[in-house]
Nanobody, 126 residues
Framework: QVQLVESGGGSVQAGGSLRLSCAAS????????MGWFRQAPGKERDFVAG????????YYGDSVKCRFAISRDNAKNMVYLQMNSLKPEDTAVYYC???????????????????WGQGTQVAVSA
């Protein structure tokens, strides 16, 4: 059974930092693109960041560029999201996602991802 489990969410003041982790189990994702999405109340689930299977290609949503950094450790089957200079508008549930096909390109469309975690809440206060 494939599982993606996020951790590291919490409450922080504006300007602070958090590091989210995503632990994958049930299969290896070392050959698969993975990503982070977020969903605020009443809004769509939006692309935050994505990373290619080798870790050499990273992509970001416009609102988080230069503040967030995605990385992965294929040996540990983990993906991370370092979030700096957090803003109140970053408040959302953050989801880890993985593609099923091997060597796929990083996609911003959530429909391109096959596996999802349950999410971790991030709350940023002004």
């Amino acid at each position: 059974q494939v599982q993606l489990v996020e951790s590291g969410g919490g409450s922080v003041q504006a300007g602070g930092s958090l590091r989210l982790s995503c632990a994958a189990s049930g299969r290896a994702f070392s050959s698969n693109a993975m990503g982070w999405f977020r969903q605020a109340p009443g809004k769509e689930r939006d692309f935050v960041a994505g990373i290619g299977w080798s870790g050499s290609g990273t992509y970001y949503g416009d609102s988080v560029k230069c503040r967030f950094a995605i990385s992965r450790d294929n040996a540990k089957n983990m993906v991370y999201l370092q979030m700096n200079s957090l803003k109140p508008e970053d408040t959302a549930v953050y989801y880890c996602a993985a593609q099923a096909r091997a060597f796929g390109v990083v996609a911003r469309d959530r429909d391109e991802y096959d596996y999802w975690g349950q999410g971790t809440q991030v709350a940023v206060s002004a």
